[in-house]
DNA sequence: ATGAAAGCGCTAACAG
DNA sequence: CTGTTAGCGCTTTCAT
């Protein structure tokens, strides 16, 4: 292993002089910079980071920690998250917890030794776990509140509002909450956005809950929803919308023929089906990078800074998953398109 | 920061002491032991990895490195391997190349320092540069043959024969392989199969070269399928059997009606779509379980042990896009099910 | 602008 | 079994 020393020696200078051509570049004469440069290069040199972190107290690691990493809302955050932290010279270690509150706490507290910051994605930790746990190490957290942490909330309100309304105009009366586990913050605003979006669109709501958040969980819930009367369903993302169809294609119901789905997420599953789903789209990667930002923000502003919260827009967009209501029972036909509101 | 320091004093012993009861605890009295453990658990004290790695050169840290994080193939793996290595009580360090070999290379060369390893997935790197870097830190590399390295293969050879078998077994003659970017390992193997299957099973086949390994280089590869003559088609992944079932949908062509598409991967959104995909089963999981115990092999032998090199199976999975073959042209009508061979 | 020296948190001989 | 000591690779005063 080559180290500062070898460096130090092969080009006649003190260590010291090597240390400060590479982290403060500008106390070195620009003579003796290109040397130790020219020499570290030809050497193979590469600063110890773990050996730096011991003295400067700054690892330049971070931590990123999700529920599920083969779930596919994730996929496309870490990607952009750990893009980004490279782009600020950040390394970062990803975990999974395998939905398991425990593994998370564990993780953070083995972790927080050799990172500058965690990012918490949609934790399943409780608000008080996490506020004892932020005196370890800062946080930053996405898809979830947790009071004077920097969070960066994906506003799917928005979107479940237009979803609600597309559907409503469509001439659905009685629709469907497909929620997903309680006590994540994304649920918790579907459902009380979906409710007040129905009540002002006049449209009945009924919440079915809790289900898996995955395409088992749509299975399961098509046998509530077939034969229901409800003709449209917004589901808690696109995994469980895709099982419904399928459960509801097993019960000889067609969608958009007969009912009408909509998933969250814009997955890539989501986008390839057919018909291609109608979802709303998380800008996850958009999450990933401010989140990373943010988290940085706060490592370099000690407990100074306010605690920046940034809400990134969802919106609606309408695929194929989505068709006019078709009455079920012998109720009025209404006019194909726009019949309410 | 409670260090190990703290530790010492508060319980009365030296310090080395207190470094022993965690790192060779039965060098230290039970008694001394239990109070040492104590105190550390009343004070929060973590053992900081960093500083430990300094001393010992094992940071029990774990690189881990692939080309797209938001290609589904990779998610299951980067989930396996990274639960594997906590098992082990390592950390991993994620990193997406976005298929650039140079940051592929970057990256190895600034992880280096902070991981006692690093696993290649896929890796677009050449091997001569693979091995140059090996000096510095141990591989293990997953889908790729490099002399002397640690590998894991998932031999889709097995389930390319298996899916030529499939195709000809249903009267299927001349065949289409739509095959990804050349210089991966899969993408080679797939083609040597493929051509070798194809010649015993006595079926016309086509190679069809090189394709995005994504979505769009189905879709674009349709053109060339289409009115070819060719009624089945071997995909790359699934993410092209995808594309090319969707561009040949838009061509007015029905999958398994007029053509059957496999592809590779078995993954979620081939399992979700409709027909749902035949396809060969990556046990990405298994891989990367397995690289990450053939990594850590190595770095315990040092350059001791001879390189392993692990086979796992695939297998063809028999869903809905492939059925009996219908001649386009005027070609003799052979009767449905297994007509050749 | 550069050198000297101390120290980050921890482990690893070596004594006792 | 426990204390002493040196040092891992690097940064950071403090001198010069």
């Known amino acids: 292993m080559v180290t500062i020393r070898d460096v130090a020696q092969a080009s006649g200078v003190h260590v010291s002089t090597v240390s400060r051509t590479f982290s403060a570049p500008h106390l070195v004469s620009a003579e003796t910079r ?17 050996a730096r972190a011991l003295t400067t107290g700054r690892t330049h690691n971070l931590g990123l920690i999700v ?3 083969a779930n596919p809302f994730f996929p496309p955050l870490i990607k952009a998250a750990q893009a980004q932290a490279r ?60 009071k004077g942490l920097p969070t960066v909330l994906m506003d799917v ?8 309304e597309h559907l409503a105009g469509l001439g659905h009366r009685r629709i469907a909450l497909l929620s997903g586990p309680s006590g994540s913050w994304t649920s918790e605003e579907m459902h009380a956005t ?22 088992q ?38 969608v958009p023929g007969d009912l009408s789905v909509i998933g969250v997420d814009d997955s890539l599953p989501g986008r390839l089906n057919r018909p291609k789903l109608t979802t709303i789209t998380m ?32 919106t609606l967009i309408v695929r194929e998953s989505t068709g006019p209501a078709v009455p079920a029972a012998p109720a009025a036909r209404l006019p194909a398109g726009r019949a309410v509101r």
Chains 1, 2 share one sequence.
């Not at 500058?116 to 898809?143: K, M, T, W, Y």
């Not at 409710?195 to 395409?215: F, H, K, S």
């Not at 996850?284 to 940085?296: N, S």
Request: charged share 20%; net charge negative.
């Open 34 to 50: 290109n040397r130790v440069l020219a020499v570290a290069e030809g050497l193979g040199y590469r600063p110890n980071r773990a």
């Open 67 to 69: 529920a599920d990493i």
């Open 87 to 146: 782009e600020r010279d950040y390394h970062v270690f990803v975990a999974d917890t395998d939905e398991n509150p425990l593994m998370e706490q564990e993780l953070i507290e083995t972790l927080c030794k050799q990172v500058d910051g965690v990012l918490l994605c949609s934790p399943r930790l409780s608000n008080r776990v996490i506020e004892r746990l932020r005196a370890q190490v800062p946080f930053a957290v996405v898809n979830r509140r947790v």
């Open 157 to 164: 309100g928005q979107g479940v509002r237009a979803a609600v």
């Open 194 to 215: 979906a409710t007040d979006a129905a009540v002002e669109a006049g449209v009945d709501l009924t919440v079915l809950r809790p289900n898996e958040p995955t395409e």
């Open 217 to 254: 969980g749509g299975l399961a819930a098509a046998a509530a929803v077939a034969g229901s009367g409800m003709t449209g369903v917004l589901c808690h993302n696109d995994l469980v919308a895709l099982g419904l169809i399928e459960g509801l294609r097993g019960r000889g119901l067609d």
């Open 283 to 314: 800008p996850t990667a958009a999450a990933g990078r401010m989140a990373v930002d943010l988290l940085l923000a706060a490592v370099n502003a000690g407990d100074a800074g306010t605690a920046a919260l940034a809400r990134l827009e969802t």
